[in-house]
């Protein structure tokens, strides 16, 4: 039995065999058209290049660090921790969207391509060749520059920037955490151009470290600020209340033992000094208590790696073009006929 299974798996073979034989020619032009389209992609596809960046986010309140809270994190994921009350803890990972943020898009494209006026959404719009197509367009009908010398953009220029935004959260940045584990993350820009590419990876990042650090550490900054106004407004009260008492005590010196006022008054100089003093002691304690909190509070944004230049391309060679459209073409043809169309079989 197993024999005659063999021998009519054997005669199906076979069958198809002198079939496909039958349309060989048919499959040898298909081959060939989808090799030479295979060619003409290799040759024609517009070479991209990709800007890598790597980064490390280390923060002081991150679940993603160590202890049991971060093995939590890892385990559970962040969404059952955030549900627990670790949003704060977890908002690091905020930097993935916040990147792709169009405020933070629009300030990297609005700035210098080289050492001139020439901006990054220029050189953008101009790689894929969009401002042709908007001084050829009825809407636009004007040639259109984001050069930086403009104190303001028209609403057309305006809007068309948005479109060029919208493109790059579409399809030209990647943003994300290799593994949830770890607080590293990577961000991918790719571009027609490989300086554009590599400038644009390195602006958004700083514009991104600038923005996150500035939000996680704005509250305490203004702490700061205030008691470092308060200190000071007391630092002149205190030297006041000094030159006071002071002055109170040279007037002992030389007065009378009966004009009692005088020493009622050099009693409350130097209470007031003292007092002054007190209170100085204390705002100037708690300033200093608020730059450590500062200090610990800040996140650390550290780069691991930068896209250093030659970037990584998607180019093909022309005969790997070539061999894939042959390879392509030859199971595409065999698959239609084999499967697609049944041949007759003896009775």
């Not at 798996?9 to 002198?18: E, G, K, R, T």
């Not at 943020?101 to 101009?126: G, I, M, Q, V």
């Not at 100089?269 to 708690?286: C, F, H, M, W």
Request: proline share 3%; aromatic share 8%; charged share 20%.
């Amino acid at each position: 039995m197993q024999q005659s299974l063999y021998s009519r798996i054997l005669n199906i073979v076979s069958i198809y065999i002198q079939y496909l034989r039958t349309k060989i020619k048919t499959i040898a032009i298909i081959t060939a058209m989808s090799a030479v389209l295979g060619l003409l992609y290799a040759v024609l596809k517009p070479i991209k290049y990709t800007a890598r960046s790597s980064f490390v986010v280390e923060d002081s309140k991150s679940l993603g660090g160590s202890g049991i809270m971060g093995a939590l994190s890892g385990q559970f994921g962040s969404e059952i921790m955030s549900a627990l009350g670790g949003s704060n803890l977890l908002s690091g990972e905020n930097i993935i969207e916040l990147s792709k943020s169009r405020s933070l898009l629009r300030k990297t494209f609005l700035s210098p391509y080289t050492n001139t006026n020439y901006s990054l959404a220029d050189k953008y719009a101009e790689t894929l060749k969009l401002k042709k197509k908007w001084e050829n367009s009825s809407k636009v009908n004007a040639h259109i520059n984001f050069t930086l010398d403009k104190k303001q953009y028209t609403r057309i220029e305006d809007s068309l920037l948005n479109t060029l935004i919208d493109r790059v959260i579409k399809k030209d940045i990647q943003v994300f955490k290799p593994d949830r584990r770890l607080s590293l993350f990577e961000i991918n820009i790719t571009m027609l151009d490989e300086q554009l590419a590599s400038l644009f990876c390195q602006r958004l990042l700083s514009n991104t470290s600038d923005l996150y650090i500035n939000a996680k550490t704005k509250r305490i900054r203004g702490n700061i600020s205030r008691l470092q106004h308060l200190a000071d407004s007391l630092q002149q009260h205190a030297n006041k209340k000094i030159q006071s008492a002071a002055a109170s005590d040279f007037k002992l010196l030389d007065i009378n033992p009966q004009y009692i006022q005088e020493n009622v008054n050099s009693t409350i100089d130097s209470r007031d000094q003292a007092l002054s003093g007190t209170i100085y002691a204390e705002v100037l304690k708690n300033l200093e208590i608020s730059k450590v909190s500062l200090l610990q509070e800040t996140p650390t944004i550290q780069l691991v790696d930068t896209p250093d230049t030659p970037l990584p391309d998607n180019e093909i060679e022309w005969y790997e073009g070539l061999l894939g459209g042959l390879f392509a073409g030859l199971f595409m043809s065999a698959f239609v006929f084999v499967f697609l169309y049944e041949p007759a079989t003896e009775k």
